[in-house]
């Protein structure tokens, strides 16, 4: 089942931050953020497993909070290459399968 | 040197025709994957195969089929196209099925006139 993804888009300042969340409604294994510039391919950022910790790439970090089955994805102090769609991925069970949300379009402006 | 490489970038064809993707990932990855993202950039999973073994076929029309001649190379044929097989398809590579990141190839443009 597709995970949640929220807000569909945002637009920030250079400097400034952002929070993605991601939710599902079945029990998750592990959550799965990649981002995917225009015209490129996705690139991964970072994996979330069930009872692990927090992860951290450059000043992006994630959290997952398994009572919830969500995860938020955090910029902080945002530049001008963070621009993309970010897409959060989960895996619930046995089968392996990376189902994708629908996307979060994050346009940072100068 | 590329890790996971596709051919063709783009491909314009008719409906009725049929086409290849190849992919070839050079990381020593056991797992290799099809994916398609339609023009609303959902991105959607079609296949995976592990070892050359299918293990994801996902509800795919019959006339996706994929081959994997060995764990370094995973094939995308397509009968018969459709203009709604229009889209941008990416193969990726992880190092084993368990939970690992994947690395995307850089996609090609299906076209469908």
């Known amino acids: 089942q597709q995970p949640v993804q929220s807000p569909q888009a945002v637009i920030l300042r250079e400097g400034e931050d952002a929070v993605i969340n991601c939710s599902s409604s079945k029990a998750l294994y592990s959550v799965h953020w990649y981002r995917q510039k225009h015209g490129e391919a996705p690139v991964f950022l970072m994996i979330l497993l069930k009872g692990g910790e927090q992860m951290r790439h450059e000043k992006i970090s994630a959290s997952f909070n398994e009572k919830k089955q969500q995860s938020s994805l955090y910029l902080t102090a945002s530049q001008l290459s963070y621009s993309g769609t970010y897409f959060c991925?989960?895996?619930?069970?046995?089968?392996?399968?990376?189902?994708f949300g629908k996307g979060t379009l994050l346009t940072v402006n100068p | 040197d590329t890790a996971v490489s596709q051919t063709p970038k783009y491909l314009v064809t008719q409906m009725g025709n049929d086409k290849s993707i190849k992919c070839e990932q050079n990381l020593g990855h056991d797992t290799m994957y099809w994916y398609k993202q339609d023009s609303k950039k959902f991105l959607k999973i079609m296949f995976s195969y592990n070892n050359k073994e299918l293990i994801i076929n996902e509800t795919v029309p019959n006339r996706f089929s994929p081959k994997s001649p060995d764990k370094a190379h995973l094939n995308l044929h397509i009968n018969s196209l459709e203009l709604g097989d229009s889209a941008v398809y990416f193969c990726?590579?992880?190092?084993?099925?368990?939970?690992?990141?994947?690395?995307f190839g850089p996609g090609t443009r299906l076209t469908v006139t």
């Open positions: 990726a590579s992880s190092p084993t099925l368990t939970v690992y990141e994947q690395y």
């Open positions: 991925g989960t895996v619930g069970g046995s089968n392996y399968k990376l189902t």
